[in-house]
């Protein structure tokens, strides 16, 4: 269930790392191991903050692997002052008009306020 489109968060992200030269954003609706096959890629990263993200993330890696030996997942653990974030988190932020101004870029935080119809706050 998510707030904004594949589309919608797409924009966002690429505007959130538009001033990295090296990053592409996209998305799939395909296998992962085999979107990473279609762009060349042998190595997936992801973002852990909790245990529970590592067991489904490993199951995944476990599974990728499987399915094509010559892509390797590496993990990547988030800094302690993010671990407990969450879009969930954020949102009921939202929902009871909370700062969240540490925790999202500006741009982002006024698509959400759109999103739930509060005044988009500059």
Do not use: W
Not at 16 to 33: K, M, P, R
Not at 42 to 68: C, H, P, S, W, Y
């Amino acid at each position: 269930n998510y707030l904004f489109s594949s589309e919608e968060r797409c924009a966002m992200i690429r505007e959130s790392v538009a001033h990295l030269e090296n990053v592409e954003v996209d998305v799939s609706s395909s296998l992962l191991v085999d979107y990473a096959k279609s762009k060349g890629a042998q190595v997936i990263l992801k973002g852990l903050r909790t245990v529970q993200d590592f067991e489904f993330e490993l199951q995944m890696a476990l599974t990728n692997k499987k399915l094509d030996s010559d892509v390797e997942t590496f993990f990547m653990v988030t800094n302690n002052q993010y671990s407990y974030l969450s879009s969930s988190v954020v949102r009921e932020l939202m929902e009871f008009d909370g700062d969240v101004s540490d925790f999202i870029p500006p741009h982002v935080e006024k698509a959400i306020r759109i999103k739930y119809g509060k005044d988009a706050r500059e």
